[in-house]
C-alpha cells in the first residue's frame, strides 16, 4: 500500500490534470445517480430509484385552501441502503458516497444497519454493492458488496476502520463519466454478475 | 356481479360474524403489514422494508446541543409503491391499501405513477402485487399486479373506475390473520410464482 513519495506525487500530478477537464461539474455524486437512474428508466434499461430520507413526522399544519405543512419533524436513522430496484429481474441494491479524502474510504460513512442489510440482501439472492466518489480526484468506483462486508467485518474483530484507495483502484472498478449516463454503473453490473 | 338481494344480505351476515371475532384488533393494515415484515426479517425469510413518505425538506433548524428539526417541509406525490425488497432471489414490490368501501375497491386510491411503476417492475421481472383489505368485513386479499394493472387499463379505456370485491374473492387471495405473520402473504407469493 506504501508508495516511494515520487510515484505517488507523479500519480497525483497525473490525477490532476484529469481533475481539471471534468472540475466545476457542479454536480453531486447524488445528482449524477439520479440523472443517470433517470435515463435508465426512459431507456426501460432499469427500475432503480432512490428511497426518500426516513423523516418522523411530529406536527403538520392544515392551512386552508392550500397544502399541509410539516412543522416538526426530525430526521431518522436509515436502515436499509439508499438506492434499489430491480434490473435484468434482479434486485438491485447500493448506497453510495463521496468522500473528500484523498487515500482512504472512512468506514464510519456508511451505518452499521445499512452494512447489516447489505448483508441480508446479498444472502437473498440480491446484487448489492457500493459505489464511491473520491472527490478530490473525481474518480468514482463501484465496489462490490462482497469486498465492502468483508472490511466492515474486518472492522468489527479489530481491523482497519477504512479501506485504502488501492483497494478500490485493484478490486473495485472506475465508473467512466458519460454525458448521459452520467455514472454508467449497469455496464459494471452486466459484466460482474451476467 | 349482481347478487339477489336475499344471497348478498346472507353473505353480509355472515361477514358480520365472522368480523366480530377480530373485530376491535385496532391495527391498521400497515401495522400489520410492518410487523409481517419484521417478523420475516428476523426468521431470515425475507428482506422486505417500507419506504419512507417522500417529504421535501424546506428549512431545518440546528439547535446547540441536540437534532436537528425540520421546521418546514411538504408531503411529495409518491412515484414507487410503498413496500419493495427480495425474496428467494426475486425483487418483491407492492402496495396495500384499506378501504371502507362494503363492495368495491376505488382505483383513485392507488395513483397513476405507482400503476405505471408496477408495470415497469412486472415488465423487468419482478414480482408485484397489491394487499387490500375491506376493513368493513376485515377482509384482506393479495391481488396479483396483472390483474389490478388489467383494471387499470381498462379504466384509462373508459372502463370501470373500481374492482368490484367478486374480483377479490374470485381471482384474488385471502390472506389469513396469523399471530406472527399477521398478514403473511409471502405463502400465497411461494403458491404463485414458485
Known amino acids: 500500500m506504501q508508495y516511494p513519495s515520487g510515484v505517488r506525487k507523479q500519480r497525483n500530478q497525473q490525477r490532476m490534470q484529469k481533475n481539471k477537464s ?5 454536480m453531486t455524486l447524488e445528482d449524477d445517480i439520479n440523472e443517470t437512474n433517470k435515463y435508465y428508466l426512459a431507456m426501460n434499461r432499469a427500475i432503480i430509484h432512490k428511497k426518500p430520507t426516513p423523516v418522523q413526522i411530529v406536527r403538520v399544519h392544515y392551512p386552508k385552501r392550500s397544502a399541509a405543512v410539516i412543522t416538526e419533524a426530525y430526521f431518522q436513522a436509515k436502515s436499509t441502503t439508499d438506492y434499489n430496484g430491480v434490473y435484468r429481474g434482479k434486485h438491485i441494491d447500493f448506497e453510495a458516497k463521496e468522500t473528500k479524502n484523498k487515500t482512504i474510504f472512512p468506514l464510519a460513512n456508511i451505518h452499521e444497519h445499512q452494512f447489516q442489510h447489505m448483508k441480508q440482501i446479498t444472502a437473498h439472492g440480491g446484487i448489492t454493492f457500493a459505489i464511491i466518489r473520491f472527490t478530490e480526484w473525481d474518480e468514482t468506483y463501484l465496489l462490490k458488496g462482497e469486498t465492502l462486508l468483508s472490511y466492515w467485518e474486518a472492522m468489527l474483530h479489530g481491523g482497519r476502520r477504512s ?4 483497494t478500490f483502484q485493484k478490486e473495485g472498478h472506475m465508473i467512466p463519466f458519460h454525458y448521459q449516463a452520467r455514472v454508467d454503473y449497469l455496464k459494471i453490473i452486466d459484466e460482474l454478475y451476467f
Do not use: M, T
Open 163 to 166: 479501506i485504502p484507495l488501492e
Open 22 to 26: 471534468y472540475s466545476n461539474r457542479g
